[in-house]
């Protein structure tokens, strides 16, 4: 499997070797950024980055993204999370501690189009995409030659009505619980509520429209006859209700009448292929938490 080269890779895992993030949701109430800091202050943590958020400061809920640099992160992991569970029980924090230095492992789900798939294999190949890529599944046999030249395992999995549960649960099996994040790279197949139930919030898709509106198949099609001045791209989580998960990107394109469907198609690939990559390194990077139907995404 391609990975980035050992002294790149050294060199990442140096710069990030002591480097944490911290993510938090709670309650908003007084106190939380005192405590918080006083916490790692006493760890002997220096705080490179702090990003907060409040939906209501009387009666909303607060989300915090912090990153510090503490020695011996690696050996005193556990240490620091027992040592902040107080912490977080008194004011009710939805929390987690995440090591910069290690990467999320990552699938890729594709059909036909390869434009989307590409973009992310090149970041990856470049060392822009910090996630090893474990495997590339689809329900088509098309991308075998390309994703096997950068060195990746291709699973090919038909997908028919009639066998739409066993291929997934093929598609499960090929996983092997062994995941972080699924990505969706123009993927034309609906997941089924038992799939996303093994990964929960961990699964983005690309919709080649800017959502809500067009939603399901053909939104170049259905934009062209509504004769619209833009058009765009969301990337968004996955859930049951079709595209209408928590938004992660979205970017727009400007069009005219003179433009065909074909020529929207091929204005919005650009925007599609942008929108992913920076959703999916953004997640990568914890800096997107859902609140509901909505994310909060930090920069």
Known sequence: ????????????????????????SCPDQAGIVAAVSSF?????????????????????????????????????YEAIKDAFRPVAESFG?????????????????????????????WLWKSGALHADIE????????????????????????????RKAEAEEEQLAALGGGVDVIVLARYMQILS??????YPMRIINIHHSFLPAFVGAKPYEQAYRRGVKL?????????????????????????????DVEALKQLG????????????NWHLEDRVLVYGNKTIVFP
């Open 1 to 24: 499997m391609h990975r980035l080269s050992e002294r790149e890779w050294q060199a990442y895992r140096q710069k990030n070797k002591d480097r944490a993030r911290m993510l938090i």
């Open 40 to 76: 790692l202050f006493e760890q002997g943590a220096n705080i490179v980055q702090s990003d907060q958020y409040t939906t209501d400061p009387e009666t909303g809920r607060f989300f915090m993204r912090i990153e510090f640099d503490v020695v011996n992160l690696e050996e005193r």
């Open 93 to 121: 924090m939805d929390w987690s501690l995440v090591e910069a230095k290690k990467r999320k492992k990552m699938a890729i789900f594709v059909s036909k189009e390869d434009h989307c798939l590409l973009e992310l294999l």
């Open 135 to 162: 495997i590339v599944v689809s329900n088509h046999p098309d991308m075998r030659e390309t994703v096997e030249s950068f060195g990746l395992p291709y699973r090919h999995i038909p997908v028919t009505k009639e």
């Open 193 to 198: 509520p038992r799939f996303l139930q093994e």
């Open 231 to 259: 058009i765009g791209a969301t990337a968004h989580y996955v859930t049951e209700e079709l595209d209408a998960g928590p938004i992660i990107e979205q970017d727009v394109q400007r069009v005219t009448h003179e433009e």
């Open 269 to 280: 690939r650009q925007v599609e292929r942008t929108v992913l990559a920076r959703a999916v």
